[in-house]
């Protein structure tokens, strides 16, 4: 069972930039897609992004399109986002998971598992 950990969240200003990292453990992190979500409260948690086990396969929501990137260094076992131009709605706490093969898609929560405990992200204008 793999064990996700976030971390590089913080406050930074509109048109700022931060790096998100998930960094996996205690099982086979090159055998599984990936994804990014994020929620804000009382929401649902929503898409961001994913990425194939081999670093392929790469989508992106579109409204992060073309400002967020997500990569993944299979041997450090750890993903990252890159989010630049930041703007106040992308204010959310962000959540790494691992794709379960459900057959759900890729852009609903339901599809993964082994969630971790998110890291708050807040744009201010």
């Known amino acids: 069972q793999v064990q996700l950990v976030e971390s590089g969240g913080g406050l930074v200003q509109a048109g700022g930039s931060l790096r998100l990292s998930c960094a996996a453990s205690?099982?086979?992190?090159?055998?599984?897609?990936m994804g990014w979500f994020r929620q804000e409260p009382g929401k649902e948690r929503d898409f961001v992004a994913r990425?194939?086990?081999?670093?392929?396969?790469?989508v992106y929501a579109n409204s992060v399109k073309g400002r967020f990137t997500v990569s993944r260094d299979n041997a450090k076992n750890t993903m990252y986002l890159q989010m630049d131009s930041l703007k106040p709605e992308d204010t959310a706490v962000y959540y790494c998971?691992?794709?379960?093969?459900?057959?759900?898609?890729?852009?609903?929560?339901?599809?993964?598992?082994?969630w971790g405990p998110g890291t708050q992200v807040t744009v201010s204008s």
């Open positions: 998971a691992a794709d379960m093969g459900h057959g759900l898609g890729y852009d609903t929560s339901r599809e993964y598992g082994y």
């Open positions: 205690g099982g086979v992190f090159d055998a599984y897609d």
């Open positions: 990425i194939g086990f081999s670093g392929g396969a790469i």
